[in-house]
């Protein structure tokens, strides 16, 4: 083998030994320039006109045979098959198909590779990061360095060209390194290429400000700014300049101590937002498979990326660490969505959502919401296990979500593991096999392979002075890898009996195991039937107890605290040292998805056992709600989202199995935690279907089934349903009346109330939450009193009652202050914040909805930030700031949709529409009010719609309509809807028409309006 290195000093050698002896330096400058130019033989009289120009032809040639006897001795050429040079009587030419290496080739090679590589950027490819890394070990320095062939002007000017070229392409590729590691915040790496180029180019300007920029992101402000006084020395001795503009920028952001810094020649950006879980392991080979899924991930035209394996076969750990090598590089985030634990495609798209901490909120569905959500976003979406919900072939509701991403989101990409394709024309797909492991037949270097990295890693975890000390314990090491087909799973189930019995019992165990599961069960695959031998034979070496425990687990899903197990915890430690059990940073304990069917298929062939571990799961699971649902509505609200949130799968289960067996006790514990949680969270839709399945099972004449009703009719009336909402909180007001359950009629009223306000219905609201408040007051009930407190301010202030308003809203403020209820807090500030509006208090409503804004910012309510957004831009209207209040407005509509809240994005093109009236822009103002009406009659919110009806009527008065503008206007005074603020804007247009025109046609104008149909006039037009 012949390698020439010919970047930096020349080095060659032959097998490994150098190749010394050269007549010349002239010869070993001829054999680079026949290794570099090997593409075309050159004639011997070309070769010898540029080595000896200033000899004679004769002279020259005979030097030539010289050189080429020289080389052919000292590469042993005759003998070498191939030859490294072919030779004939008139051409010389390096030989390509000889077993050699030139590193100028390669450098160049993986150059190239990285330029036209197929991906989003080459700062974010990680392929491009290896290739171009590859490339720059091979530059030791100037192309054959220190090499010189006097009297030859024709090589000097070949080596400068050369020499040139390979530098401005090693300049390239650091640049290409300091920028891809400076994004992904690994400063260290990509200060180390940024003072290679200083190295290389110490007149390269761009690389000091790469230098001064990481030095500063180090907290070394000092060495950044001496990085500058070496540039400024640097630039005058080389090149009698000054630092450029964006050098001295940059200088004097660093010396001000500015953050963040800002420079086009280094990508500063702040990492994106990431769930991912934490691991506990150290993720061990797969260099390949991770490169070539990088590779996949930042290639345009792959929109979907699957790997596909058996299980135990190391997808989601793979999934997981990809996702991780990925964060820098989305702009808005990698986020990780557990599938394992979901029983029904139908909560994909919560699962997901979850996943994203989007709250859903509005009448939208939520695939609806969602797609809005991710339509302008660029991200990573990896859903793990999606294979349990592909169902018998014949579901195609989770491959249709997935199509409906691709389709309405452009920049999100997928990655999905599953044990089968999913089927869709735009998925790649990824075979993922076990870890790589000895053959039986070849001799290798065993602890090189994976699959032995794992076991030995995994066995030092039971055994911490574990070693594989003799050649037998590896041999049997290397058979249990090939027996578990070097499945990560079935390697550290086997890993961890180390502890017990030596290695050979181990294998010898599983080998039993395979044997007979070969005889009983020749329907398991092939592929499979290996890892079923393991956890056969790790089921076997349990205890009873051990057994039964680990029977009663598989009943969770998603992980399980401590305190829910049906085991003490020296038997969950026992579980996790065999490596059935995985137990988190967080303290929760984890099965593997196989080994939880494993489970579940043993404890499902003893019906009493699974009665019982279903039982107790449900009982404790309603316990658990029954614990945190006063924090819910108190001062750990934050905290309570949080330990549901990590239980909701549990939660899930535990709720159906009560409504199948119909356990009323734990559907009492249950239920008002759950209304809670899926409230704030925005699950609306499942929320519904969970309270309707769960009243369809119970009795329907107690005050359980009145109590379901009512929480169905809460998530009723949050889609939009308000028909339907109303009449099941009449049916269960009328229940609780029935049995005298005085204190359980608050909520129902208060959420007719509420439909009412929505409707402008505003006696009846008063009625509703007065009767309500009243009771609430008698039983202590502080939640539900603040609740009515809030509405009956509300309506207050629409009906312009402000002093009533503020008392009402003041003390649900108090009530709020003393629960600690945080939600409470933000929503009464809004509220009382609005009524300042309604005073002309302005400073005091920016305080208002300031305060509310920091509690919401702290808490992630992003509905009521929506609504704050709208209201500060109502603040900017009264105080003639336009163009701010039409910034607030669009930026409210932009989060309405996103939220998919319909009404919100009715109100917030309401408000647009009326400063398109404000600035004259009239035709924009038209569809704007349009569009409000129309989104308010489809909720049937005669407010929203009554106050872009007075918008209406100022057109037509614009357009010199006014009659019919007088009658609109008085048709809005009119209406028992119309609220305090839209009368303040109708009135003026009222007096000012009723002036304008003579007086018998604005009585006319008048009196038509107080007979005008409201469902005539919409119609009109919307037509």
Same mark, same amino acid.
């Given at each position: 083998?012949?390698?020439?290195?010919?970047? %930096?000093?020349?080095?060659?050698?032959?097998?490994?030994?150098? @190749?010394?002896?050269?007549?010349?330096?002239?010869?070993?400058?001829?054999?680079?320039?026949?290794?570099?130019?090997?593409?075309?033989?050159?004639?011997?009289?070309?070769?010898?006109?540029?080595?000896?120009?200033?000899?004679?032809?004769?002279?020259?040639?005979?030097?030539?045979?010289?050189?080429?006897?020289?080389?052919?001795?000292?590469?042993?050429?005759?003998?070498?098959?191939?030859?490294?040079?072919?030779?004939?009587?008139?051409?010389?030419?390096?030989?390509?198909?000889?077993? !050699?290496?030139?590193?100028?080739?390669?450098?160049?090679?993986?150059?190239?590779?990285s $330029?036209?590589?197929?991906?989003?950027?080459i700062?974010?490819?990680?392929?491009?990061?290896?290739?171009?890394?590859?490339?720059?070990?091979?530059?030791?320095?100037?192309?054959?360095?220190?090499?010189? @062939?006097?009297?030859?002007?024709?090589?000097?000017?070949?080596?400068?060209?050369?020499?040139?070229?390979?530098?401005?392409?090693?300049?390239?590729?650091?640049? !290409?390194?300091?920028?891809?590691?400076?994004?992904?915040?690994?400063?260290?790496?990509?200060?180390?290429?940024?003072?290679?180029?200083? $190295?290389?180019?110490?007149?390269?300007?761009?690389?000091?400000?790469?230098?001064?920029?990481?030095?500063?992101?180090?907290?070394?402000?000092g060495?950044?700014?001496?990085?500058?006084?070496?540039?400024?020395?640097r630039?005058?001795?080389?090149?009698?300049?000054?630092?450029?503009?964006?050098?001295?920028?940059?200088?004097?952001?660093?010396?001000?101590?500015? !953050?963040?810094?800002?420079?086009?020649?280094?990508?500063?950006?702040?990492?994106?937002?990431?769930?991912?879980?934490?691991?506990?392991?150290?993720?061990?080979?797969?260099?390949?498979?991770?490169?070539a899924?990088?590779?996949?991930?930042?290639?345009?035209?792959?929109r979907?990326?699957?790997?596909?394996?058996?299980? %135990?076969?190391?997808?989601?750990?793979?999934?997981?660490?990809?996702?991780?090598?990925?964060?820098?590089n989305?702009?808005?985030?990698?986020?990780?969505?557990?599938?394992?634990?979901? $029983?029904?495609?139908?909560?994909?798209?919560l699962?997901?959502?979850?996943?994203?901490?989007?709250?859903?909120?509005? +009448?939208?569905?939520?695939?609806?919401?969602?797609?809005?959500?991710?339509?302008?976003?660029?991200?990573?979406?990896?859903?793990?296990?999606?294979?349990?919900?592909?169902?018998?072939?014949?579901?195609?509701?989770?491959?249709?979500?997935?199509?409906?991403?691709?389709?309405?989101?452009?920049? @999100?990409?997928?990655?999905?593991?599953?044990?089968?394709? @999913?089927?869709?024309?735009?998925?790649?797909?990824?075979?993922?096999?076990?870890?790589?492991?000895?053959?039986?037949d070849?001799?290798?270097?065993?602890e090189?392979?994976?699959a032995?990295?794992?076991?030995?890693?995994?066995?030092?975890?039971?055994?911490?002075?574990?070693?594989?000390?003799?050649?037998?314990?590896?041999?049997?090491?290397?058979?249990?890898?090939?027996l578990?087909?070097?499945?990560?799973?079935?390697?550290?189930?086997?890993?961890?009996?180390?502890?017990?019995?030596?290695?050979?019992?181990?294998?010898?165990?599983?080998?039993?195991?395979?044997?007979?599961?070969?005889?009983?069960?020749?329907?398991?695959?092939?592929?499979?039937?290996?890892?079923?031998?393991t956890?056969?034979?790790?089921?076997?070496?349990?205890?009873?107890?051990?057994?039964?425990?680990?029977?009663?687990?598989?009943?969770?899903?998603?992980?399980?605290?401590a /305190?829910?197990?049906?085991?003490?915890?020296?038997?969950?430690?026992?579980?996790?040292?065999?490596?059935?059990?995985?137990?988190?940073?967080?303290?929760?304990?984890?099965?593997? $998805?196989?080994?939880?069917?494993?489970?579940?298929?043993?404890?499902?062939?003893?019906?009493?056992?699974?009665?019982?571990?279903?039982?107790?799961?449900?009982?404790?699971?309603?316990?658990?709600?029954?614990?945190?649902?006063?924090?819910?509505?108190?001062?750990?609200?934050? &905290?309570?989202?949080?330990?549901?949130?990590?239980?909701?799968?549990?939660?899930?289960?535990?709720?159906?199995?009560?409504?199948?067996?119909?356990?009323?006790?734990?559907?009492?514990?249950?239920?008002?935690?759950?209304?809670?949680?899926?409230?704030?969270?925005?699950?609306?839709?499942?929320?519904?279907?969970?309270?309707?399945?769960?009243?369809?099972?119970?009795?329907?004449?107690?005050?359980?089934?009145?109590?379901?009703?009512?929480?169905?009719?809460?998530?009723?009336y949050?889609?939009?349903?308000?028909?339907?909402?109303?009449?099941?909180?009449?049916?269960?007001?009328?229940?609780?009346?029935?049995?005298?359950?005085?204190?359980?009629?608050?909520?129902?009223?208060?959420?007719?109330?509420?439909?009412?306000?929505?409707?402008?219905?505003?006696?009846?609201?008063?009625?509703?939450?007065?009767?309500?408040?009243?009771?609430?007051q008698?039983?202590?009930?502080?939640?539900?009193?603040?609740?009515?407190?809030?509405?009956l301010?509300?309506?207050?202030?629409?009906?312009?009652?402000?002093?009533?308003?503020?008392?009402?809203?003041?003390?649900?403020?108090?009530?709020?202050?003393?629960?600690? +209820?945080?939600?409470?807090?933000?929503?009464?500030?809004?509220?009382?914040?609005?009524?300042?509006?309604?005073?002309?208090?302005?400073?005091?409503?920016?305080?208002?909805?300031?305060?509310?804004?920091?509690?919401?910012?702290?808490? +992630?309510?992003?509905?009521?930030m929506?609504?704050?957004? +709208?209201?500060?831009?109502?603040?900017?209207? !009264?105080?003639?700031?336009?163009?701010?209040?039409?910034?607030?407005?669009?930026?409210?509509?932009?989060?309405?949709?996103?939220?998919?809240?319909?009404?919100?994005?009715?109100?917030?093109?309401?408000?647009?529409?009326?400063?398109?009236?404000?600035?004259?822009?009239?035709?924009?103002?038209?569809?704007?009010?349009?569009?409000?009406?129309? &989104?308010?009659?489809?909720?049937?919110?005669?407010?929203?719609?009554?106050?872009?009806?007075?918008?209406?009527?100022?057109?037509?008065?614009?357009?010199?309509q006014?009659? /019919? &503008?007088?009658?609109?206007?008085?048709?809005?005074?009119?209406?028992?809807?119309?609220?305090?603020?839209?009368?303040?804007?109708?009135?003026?247009?009222?007096?000012?028409?009723?002036?304008?025109?003579p007086?018998?046609?604005?009585?006319?104008?008048?009196?038509?309006?107080?007979?005008l149909?409201?469902?005539?006039?919409?119609?009109?037009?919307l037509?």
């Amino acid at each position: 083998m012949l390698a020439l290195s010919l970047m %930096g000093q020349p080095l060659i050698t032959l097998d490994g030994d150098p @190749v010394t002896g050269f007549v010349s330096q002239k010869a070993s400058a001829l054999l680079a320039y026949l290794a570099v130019e090997s593409d075309q033989p050159h004639g011997r009289p070309a070769l010898a006109h540029i080595f000896w120009p200033d000899q004679t032809e004769a002279v020259a040639r005979k030097n030539l045979r010289d050189i080429l006897f020289n080389l052919q001795k000292l590469l042993r050429n005759r003998d070498a098959n191939p030859p490294y040079l072919i030779i004939t009587r008139h051409t010389i030419q390096f030989n390509n198909d000889s077993a !050699h290496s030139l590193d100028s080739k390669a450098f160049t090679d993986w150059m190239t590779a990285s $330029e036209t590589h197929c991906h989003k950027q080459i700062e974010t490819c990680r392929l491009c990061a290896h290739r171009l890394q590859q490339a720059i070990e091979l530059y030791r320095g100037d192309f054959l360095s220190g090499t010189f @062939v006097s009297g030859s002007a024709t090589f000097e000017h070949w080596l400068a060209l050369n020499r040139e070229r390979l530098q401005q392409l090693a300049l390239e590729g650091l640049n !290409h390194l300091a920028r891809f590691h400076a994004r992904r915040q690994e400063f260290t790496q990509a200060r180390r290429f940024a003072q290679r180029q200083v $190295e290389l180019a110490p007149w390269l300007e761009i690389a000091y400000r790469q230098l001064m920029a990481l030095s500063a992101l180090m907290g070394q402000r000092g060495a950044a700014l001496a990085q500058f006084e070496t540039c400024r020395q640097r630039l005058a001795v080389e090149l009698d300049v000054p630092p450029g503009p964006e050098t001295m920028a940059l200088y004097e952001q660093i010396k001000a101590g500015r !953050h963040p810094l800002t420079t086009a020649s280094l990508p500063i950006i702040s990492p994106p937002p990431r769930q991912i879980p934490a691991q506990t392991t150290t993720f061990l080979g797969r260099k390949q498979e991770q490169l070539a899924i990088a590779d996949c991930l930042q290639n345009p035209d792959c929109r979907m990326l699957t790997l596909v394996g058996p299980g %135990g076969s190391g997808k989601t750990r793979l999934a997981i660490q990809a996702a991780a090598d990925e964060v820098t590089n989305f702009e808005h985030g990698v986020f990780f969505v557990p599938l394992a634990a979901l $029983e029904s495609a139908h909560n994909l798209p919560l699962a997901v959502a979850e996943g994203l901490n989007l709250a859903l909120i509005g +009448n939208k569905p939520p695939q609806t919401q969602l797609l809005d959500y991710m339509r302008e976003k660029e991200m990573l979406l990896v859903l793990d296990n999606f294979e349990g919900l592909m169902g018998d072939g014949r579901q195609t509701t989770a491959p249709d979500f997935l199509t409906n991403i691709l389709q309405n989101a452009p920049r @999100v990409a997928l990655l999905i593991t599953s044990r089968q394709p @999913v089927g869709l024309q735009a998925e790649r797909l990824f075979d993922l096999e076990g870890l790589s492991y000895p053959d039986a037949d070849v001799q290798t270097d065993f602890e090189r392979c994976d699959a032995i990295q794992l076991f030995l890693e995994r066995a030092c975890w039971v055994q911490p002075n574990f070693k594989a000390e003799s050649e037998e314990t590896l041999t049997a090491i290397a058979a249990i890898c090939r027996l578990a087909e070097g499945l990560p799973l079935g390697i550290e189930l086997a890993a961890a009996w180390v502890r017990e019995m030596t290695s050979h019992e181990i294998l010898e165990g599983m080998i039993q195991s395979l044997d007979t599961l070969a005889t009983s069960r020749r329907d398991v695959p092939p592929r499979h039937r290996s890892l079923r031998a393991t956890f056969a034979y790790s089921w076997d070496m349990l205890s009873l107890d051990e057994q039964c425990a680990f029977c009663d687990l598989s009943v969770f899903r998603g992980g399980f605290v401590a /305190e829910a197990a049906m085991a003490d915890k020296q038997t969950l430690s026992a579980l996790v040292e065999k490596s059935l059990l995985r137990r988190g940073a967080d303290g929760r304990y984890q099965i593997h $998805e196989l080994l939880r069917q494993f489970g579940d298929e043993k404890l499902r062939q003893d019906p009493a056992a699974e009665l019982a571990a279903r039982d107790h799961h449900c009982a404790w699971t309603a316990s658990f709600l029954q614990e945190w649902e006063p924090h819910l509505k108190g001062g750990r609200q934050l &905290a309570a989202l949080t330990q549901i949130g990590s239980e909701i799968e549990n939660v899930r289960a535990g709720w159906h199995w009560a409504v199948a067996q119909k356990k009323e006790k734990e559907i009492v514990q249950s239920a008002p935690a759950v209304t809670l949680f899926y409230d704030t969270r925005g699950w609306f839709q499942e929320g519904w279907e969970m309270f309707n399945q769960a009243a369809a099972a119970m009795p329907d004449s107690g005050v359980l089934y009145g109590r379901l009703r009512a929480y169905q009719a809460a998530f009723a009336y949050r889609i939009g349903d308000y028909e339907q909402a109303h009449d099941l909180f009449q049916q269960s007001l009328a229940l609780f009346r029935r049995l005298k359950a005085i204190p359980e009629t608050t909520y129902a009223l208060n959420g007719l109330a509420a439909i009412a306000t929505f409707r402008g219905q505003y006696a009846e609201v008063k009625q509703h939450a007065a009767e309500s408040l009243t009771i609430a007051q008698k039983t202590g009930d502080y939640y539900e009193e603040a609740r009515s407190l809030d509405i009956l301010g509300i309506v207050a202030r629409y009906e312009g009652h402000m002093q009533d308003a503020k008392t009402y809203l003041q003390a649900s403020l108090k009530i709020h202050e003393r629960l600690g +209820n945080q939600f409470g807090l933000a929503r009464s500030y809004n509220h009382l914040g609005n009524a300042a509006v309604s005073e002309g208090a302005y400073e005091e409503a920016l305080t208002m909805f300031s305060n509310a804004r920091e509690i919401s910012r702290a808490i +992630n309510y992003r509905f009521l930030m929506a609504y704050l957004l +709208n209201n500060l831009g109502n603040v900017a209207v !009264h105080l003639q700031k336009h163009q701010e209040a039409s910034s607030y407005f669009q930026e409210a509509l932009t989060h309405f949709k996103e939220l998919g809240d319909q009404f919100g994005v009715g109100l917030a093109q309401n408000n647009l529409g009326h400063i398109g009236l404000l600035t004259g822009d009239d035709e924009e103002a038209e569809k704007l009010f349009r569009a409000a009406i129309q &989104a308010g009659l489809s909720m049937q919110s005669l407010a929203l719609v009554l106050d872009a009806l007075v918008g209406i009527a100022a057109l037509r008065s614009r357009e010199g309509q006014k009659i /019919e &503008a007088l009658a609109l206007a008085t048709l809005i005074l009119h209406h028992p809807a119309t609220r305090s603020e839209t009368k303040e804007k109708a009135e003026p247009l009222s007096a000012e028409l009723t002036e304008t025109l003579p007086a018998e046609q604005a009585a006319a104008a008048r009196s038509q309006g107080e007979t005008l149909s409201f469902t005539e006039v919409t119609a009109a037009i919307l037509s």
